[in-house]
Nanobody, 124 residues
Framework: VQLQASGGGLVQAGGSLRLSCAVA????????VAWFRQAPGKEREFVAA???????HYADSVKGRFTISRDSSRNTVNLQMEGLKPEDTAVYYC???????????????????WGQGTLVTVSS
């Protein structure tokens, strides 16, 4: 199983970025996929998840600014980030898990597979 995250970079506050995660080696439709992030000196935190169904879930801090989507034809999960803020600066990781109840979505311990991370830096 391989998850390959890409799309990070340096952007000014208020700008946009689109992250992508290519997933290989598993049946994409059977897995929940999510994005987490980790800022220096902080714990890894949940950003957004797209479940096997059409349901999507977001952390309160990104709701209304970030959009997660999954493309089953390409086995990718994307994170469109708008209105970026300096506090969004972090390494962003994609993750996958075969089955999670709603309350478990934000828990990184519940995810089986992880990508290598891509750095997003938002300047003020």
């Amino acid at each position: 199983v391989q998850l390959q995250a890409s799309g990070g970079g340096l952007v000014q506050a208020g700008g946009s970025l689109r992250l992508s995660c290519a997933v290989a080696g598993l049946t994409f439709s059977n897995f929940n996929v999510a994005w987490f992030r980790q800022a220096p000196g902080k714990e890894r935190e949940f950003v957004a998840a797209a479940r096997r169904s059409v349901n999507k879930h977001y952390a309160d801090s990104v709701k209304g600014r970030f959009t997660i989507s999954r493309d089953s034809s390409r086995n990718t999960v994307n994170l469109q980030m708008e209105g970026l803020k300096p506090e969004d600066t972090a390494v962003y990781y994609c993750a996958a898990s075969p089955g999670l109840i709603l309350s478990s979505l934000p828990d990184p311990q519940r995810y089986n597979y992880w990508g290598q991370g891509t750095l997003v830096t938002v300047s003020s």
